[in-house]
T-cell receptor, first 116, second 114 residues
Framework: AQKVTQAQTEISVVEKEDVTLDCVYE???????LFWYKQPPSGELVFLIR??????QNEISGRYSWNFQKSTSSFNFTITASQVVDSAVYFC?????????????FGKGTHLIIQP | DAGVTQSPTHLIKTRGQQVTLRCSPI?????VSWYQQVLGQGPQFIFQ???????GRGNFPDRFSARQFPNYSSELNVNALLLGDSALYLC?????????????FGPGTRLTVL
């Protein structure tokens, strides 16, 4: 069965520090998709990135970067020079291509607090 | 373009009652999924619908049911409410519902069962 683990329940850093959010996943499929979502206090999940299992290239988008390593089943998310507006709960999620429900399996989330 | 919309925003019910939650997807999206998010946890998949057909179901009891209409909007019904059904119910839409599709989420309906 698929599973996503976000071991960091809460992280608190001071503004402008770099911070990395960890995500470890389990799946039996060879084709799968990994996602990161941001959930600000308003509650609406905001899509950040999607990665398929065949693309291990790291990605950078502004202050955000993602490191996908199949060898360790990890898909970590780094925010560089964090800002107060980055404060939110961040979820890593997995979707498998094979049978099953086709829904997203989410981790429990990491609550990121950026202090001014 | 409007995002995913959900109604109502908040709802208070008592145990044993029934509730209907509504969702309108992004224009052009044909798939709707429902998730339950209990406080402090990640969302859990309940249903996915595509072209009015149920495509997938998560590990939820038969008290939970849903449907999708010809205009692709969707309703989630929960019967015989339990205290444990108190949660944020999120609706997400995607173009085709495949596992690679980004799902775009609505603001959710906060259900409180007393």
């Amino acid at each position: 069965a698929q599973k996503v683990t976000q071991a960091q329940t809460e992280i608190s850093v001071v503004e402008k520090e770099d911070v990395t959010l960890d995500c470890v996943y389990e799946t039996r499929d060879t084709t799968y998709y990994l996602f990161w979502y941001k959930q600000p206090p308003s509650g609406e999940l905001v899509f950040l990135i999607r990665r398929n299992s065949f693309d291990e290239q790291n990605e950078i988008s502004g202050r955000y970067s993602w490191n996908f390593q199949k060898s360790t089943s990890s898909f970590n998310f780094t925010i560089t020079a964090s800002q107060v507006v980055d404060s939110a709960v961040y979820f890593c999620a997995l979707s498998e291509s094979g049978g099953g429900a086709d829904g997203l399996t989410f981790g429990k989330g990491t609550h990121l607090i950026i202090q001014p | 373009d409007a995002g995913v919309t959900q109604s109502p925003t908040h709802l208070i019910k008592t145990r044993g009652q029934q509730v209907t939650l509504r969702c309108s997807p992004i224009s052009g999206h044909k798939s709707v999924s429902w998730y339950q998010q209990v406080l402090g946890q990640g969302p859990q998949f309940i249903f996915q619908y595509y072209e009015k057909e149920e495509r997938g179901r998560g590990n939820f009891p038969d008290r939970f049911s849903a449907r999708q209409f010809p205009n692709y909007s969707s309703e989630l019904n929960v019967n015989a409410l339990l205290l444990g059904d108190s949660a944020l119910y999120l609706c997400a839409s995607s173009r085709s519902g495949g596992p690679s599709n980004e799902q775009f989420f609505g603001p959710g309906t906060r259900l409180t069962v007393l």
